[in-house]
């Protein structure tokens, strides 16, 4: 491990002395470049220096301790040097951490959609608290949110909302809130007081690149229509709304969000893509399934993966037994908590294997 982590560290300092090149800054794509790849070590050459002094300062409290020395002294040492032992343990699980294989898509933008399932108006509302959830705990995050298509029921619910989440990182936080999430309350169109258990589907994609996914235009059918629902006289008498369909695959993604044709085709094409790359990945994975049931789940959309309990309070993850009793918090965007335990729990999971193997 640390002939891994001096070799980065090496490779840290030549991409420093690089991006302050005159002649690598003349050259905007390939700074570019060297910037990211810096970026990426960062974090885990910050840590090795960390660990590096942490090692430093044992070897000289051992060193101290051989000596003779006051009795006050000895003992101010030695829980200093028992201090430096513990952290120097944190530090070695948190490399081991970093150092495990990075998922290609973590650093990507993502896209979410949410759809109403079981249930009805009820379902939709539910959607529409899902979707004020995320966009809350995304401008936590300090993560822009574009919207692509909503489709709205006469209640205020969502019967399908698609929107982008640009930031850093995002996709390596929310690609665990794939699935069926599932409401038990009761509604506000039930008169009864009985409860309801209604559910919605949240599928999250990461951004694809063009070079991820090559799309010949030939295998498009591309159809213009009037928008439909809020936007003013304008969306809903122009054709700007657009519908795009992949005929090799006959998925078909609508968009209509904008008032402009192109710009609703340009986010049309996004959502494709990502679609595209989600379909070429799940493949994959299928032909190695083993490796991908974890205790996290299989990211199966039809996995029932959360229970929102409103008579409790409470908010259930069923893939690593979370409970936690602040189902309000939660909704308004306060995932912190869930999201670091299905992190955490992943990491180990992986480090699990990579130990026994």
């Not at 949240?202 to 235009?217: K, T, Y």
């Not at 032909?287 to 929102?308: F, L, P, Q, W």
């Not at 993850?317 to 729990?345: F, K, P, Q, S, Y």
Request: proline share 3%.
């Amino acid at each position: 491990m640390l002939d891994k982590l001096d070799s980065l560290e090496q490779r840290y300092e030549e991409l420093s002395n690089l991006i302050a090149d005159p002649e690598v800054i003349n050259d905007r794509s390939r700074w570019q470049q060297y910037v990211k790849a810096h970026a990426e070590l960062e974090e885990i050459v910050e840590v090795y220096r960390e660990y590096k002094k942490v090692c430093r300062d044992i070897r000289e409290a051992k060193e101290l301790l051989r000596e003779k020395l006051e009795p006050d002294f000895r003992e101010l040492v030695e829980t200093e040097l028992e201090a430096q032992e513990e952290k120097k343990g944190e530090l070695e699980h948190k490399l081991k951490v970093l150092l495990l294989p990075r998922d290609p898509n973590d650093e990507k933008n993502v896209i979410m959609e949410i759809r109403a399932g079981t249930g009805g108006e009820e379902a939709a509302l539910f959607a529409a608290d899902l979707f004020r959830m995320y966009t809350r705990y995304a401008e936590r995050q300090g993560w822009k949110i574009d919207l692509m298509n909503t489709s709205y029921t006469d209640l205020g619910g969502i019967k399908e909302v698609i929107f982008l989440i640009e930031g850093r990182g995002a996709y390596s936080k929310l690609k665990f809130e794939s699935g069926v999430h599932r409401v038990q309350r009761v509604p506000t169109t039930e008169s009864g007081g009985r409860i309801h258990t209604s559910a919605a589907t949240v599928a999250v994609l990461p951004e694809a690149e063009e070079v991820d996914v090559e799309i010949n235009p030939n295998d498009l059918r591309i159809d213009v229509f009037c928008s439909t629902g809020p936007g003013g006289q304008s969306v809903n008498t122009t054709q700007s709304a657009v519908r795009i369909t992949h005929l090799p695959t006959g998925i078909v993604v609508s968009c209509q969000d904008e008032k402009s044709q192109h710009k609703n085709k340009e986010k049309a094409m996004r959502v494709l893509r990502a679609r595209l790359l989600d379909r070429l990945q799940e493949e994959q994975q299928q032909k190695i399934a083993s490796a991908r049931r974890s205790m996290v789940g299989t990211g199966d959309r039809s996995e029932r993966i959360r229970t929102y309990n409103f008579p409790q309070n409470r908010v259930t993850d069923h893939r690593i037994g979370l409970t936690i009793h602040r189902l309000e918090e939660v909704l308004m965007g306060e995932l912190d908590e869930i999201i670091d335990a299905l992190v955490t729990t992943d990491q180990a999971r992986r480090l699990q294997q990579v130990d026994n193997a």
